[in-house]
């Protein structure tokens, strides 16, 4: 199993960007499609972005087009997230997420197709 440890969260002002990383170590970073999950007290995890192993193919929720760019390096076994024009609705904690696929072209948005989970980095975003 691959393991994942998210970074770069923190307090951010309405209108405002952060990056956030998640490093993978532990297995082959390129044969796991990739995913960023959000979740808020109360509410159910939400499917942020997703990536596909060889990084040609990405996917966002409709409420993060064109705000939210999901990235990797494989050489570095590390995924991003790099979040533009934030809102106050943005804030949660944040996960990354790893699952092997056979399709190097494929993404997954589910969180019950992830098998691998980080502990979560918390964005606060103040209005």
């Known amino acids: 199993q691959v393991q994942l440890v998210e970074s770069g969260g923190g307090l951010v002002q309405a209108g405002g960007s952060l990056r956030l990383s998640c490093a993978a170590s532990?297995?082959?970073?390129?044969?796991?499609?990739m995913g960023w999950f959000r979740q808020t007290p109360g509410k159910e995890r939400e499917f942020v972005a997703a990536i596909s192993r060889s990084g040609s193919t990405t996917y966002y929720a409709a409420s993060d087009v064109g705000r939210f760019t999901i990235s990797r390096d494989n050489a570095k076994n590390t995924v991003f997230l790099q979040m533009n024009s934030l809102k106050p609705e943005d804030t949660a904690v944040y996960y990354c997420?790893?699952?092997?696929?056979?399709?190097?072209?494929?993404?997954?948005?589910?969180?019950?197709?992830?098998?691998?989970w980080g502990l979560g980095t918390q964005v606060t975003v103040s209005s």
């Open positions: 997420a790893a699952t092997q696929a056979r399709d190097p072209t494929y993404y997954y948005t589910r969180d019950s197709d992830y098998g691998t």
């Open positions: 532990g297995r082959t970073f390129s044969d796991y499609a």
